[in-house]
């Protein structure tokens, strides 16, 4: 049976001078099986509607976007099968997969953007297989 680990690097950005938007992983280490569903979780605290994005990184490749939230509907799809449903009660933004397989193996940016471009926050979850 193959694993999926999900060590965690929780960074925060500064945005627009002293002003800090937070996004947070909770979790530590996550350890999903193969073809089990994944879930990634994401917090952030904002004080305006948020932008919200997930990106992954494979090894020696440039950040891809999986998905992004601005607004209108809050269940988003992105590509790959991957999909996080905005919950502004929660303040949260979850990235899940319906089945987790080894080529998911990244690192995976969840990032809080404001009004102005190139403003954003960010949390980082590296996935790993282990066999």
């Not at 509607?49 to 490749?61: A, D, E, I, T």
């Not at 440039?62 to 939230?69: A, N, T, V």
Request: aromatic share 10%; glycine share 8%; charged share 15%.
């Amino acid at each position: 049976m193959l694993l999926l680990l999900v060590p965690v690097l929780a960074m925060i950005f500064a945005l627009r001078g002293s002003r800090t938007q937070p996004v947070t992983q909770p979790d530590r280490h996550v350890m999903v099986s193969e073809g089990i569903p994944l879930e990634l979780r994401c917090s952030y605290s904002s004080s305006f509607s948020p932008y919200l994005f997930w990106y992954c990184q494979r090894p020696n490749q440039g950040l891809q976007l999986l998905l992004k939230y601005t607004s209108g509907a809050t269940l988003v799809k992105g590509i790959n099968g991957f999909q996080a449903e905005l919950r502004k009660n929660e303040t949260s933004f979850h990235l899940r997969k319906p089945s987790a397989h080894w080529s998911n193996s990244a690192e995976y940016f969840c990032a809080l953007g404001d009004t102005v471009p190139g403003a954003a926050g960010g949390a980082e979850h590296k996935l790993e297989m282990t066999q």
